[in-house]
């Protein structure tokens, strides 16, 4: 059975930093693309990013919005990919789902929810 | 950059066919789409992709009765004999490469609700 559990989510002040986790099992996590994506509340999906696979040399990509600040990476001897999210602003507050990327997503996590609040 | 434009709601009788529409901007009317349901509460769940030739690649587990098809810049998910089960939030997106940059688009989201 495919899963994909986010942690790492919580409060933290505009400006802060944090660092999300995706732990993913029941697939060969080293051979397949992970995409970051955000929902803030009530509100549609908004796609934060992408991590190919080592055959893809960790290619990444990231939407406008989060370019320079978020950084995407992974440590296949773990089954785990990361967002590293730094120069929090409160636009950034959503529920953070990691979801596995091939030719569409179709595995996706539970989510990790993100509050960026003073 | 693609524009995804979904109508926020739809409404129809348990049992009854629906068709959902998600419109791409008119210079991307050849893209292929993604439809993902969200129940309430729920994560997004992968239905079905729709090319711009009305062909259609689902995911696993999903039932007959959901069908795409395409007409120009729409792309369509219909349902027949609609279920209670169906009523969810309905997400269209896309996936491209444009001058070397990967990005994903998403619409709006279409709340169906099954009377």
Redesign the interface.
Same mark, same amino acid.
């Given at each position: 059975e495919v899963q994909l559990v986010e942690s790492g989510g919580g409060l933290v002040q505009p400006g802060g930093s944090l660092k999300l986790s995706c732990a993913a099992s029941g697939f060969t996590f080293s051979d397949s693309t992970m =995409?970051w994506?955000r929902q803030a509340s009530g509100k #549609?999906?908004? /796609?934060v990013g992408?991590i190919r696979s080592k055959a893809n040399n960790y290619a990444t990509?990231y939407?406008a919005s989060v370019r320079g600040r978020f950084t995407i990476s992974r440590d296949d001897s773990k089954n785990t990919a990361y967002l590293q999210m730094n120069s929090l602003k409160t636009e950034d507050t959503a529920l953070y789902?990691c979801?596995r990327?091939d030719?569409?997503? =179709?595995y /996706? #996590?539970?989510?990790t929810l993100v509050t960026v609040s003073s | 950059l693609p524009v995804l434009t979904q109508p926020p709601s739809a409404s129809a009788l348990l049992g009854a066919s629906i068709k959902l529409t998600c419109t791409l901007s008119s210079e991307h009317s050849t893209y292929t789409i993604?439809w @993902?349901q969200q129940r309430p509460g729920g994560?997004? +769940? @992968?239905i079905m992709?729709v090319r711009s030739d009305g062909s259609h690649?689902k *995911?696993d587990g999903i039932p007959d009765r959901f069908m795409g098809s395409s007409s120009g810049a729409d792309r369509y998910l219909t349902f027949s004999n609609l279920q209670s089960d169906d009523e969810a939030e309905y997400?269209c !997106?896309e996936?491209h490469t444009i001058d070397g +940059?990967? !990005?994903?688009?998403? *619409?709006? !989201?279409t709340k169906l609700t099954v009377l």
């Open positions: =995409d994506v #549609g999906l908004e /796609w992408r990509a939407a789902y979801t990327r030719g569409a997503f =179709d /996706w #996590g539970q989510g | 993604e @993902y994560s997004p +769940q @992968y992709k690649s *995911g997400h !997106g996936s +940059q990967v !990005g994903v688009v998403f *619409g709006g !989201g």
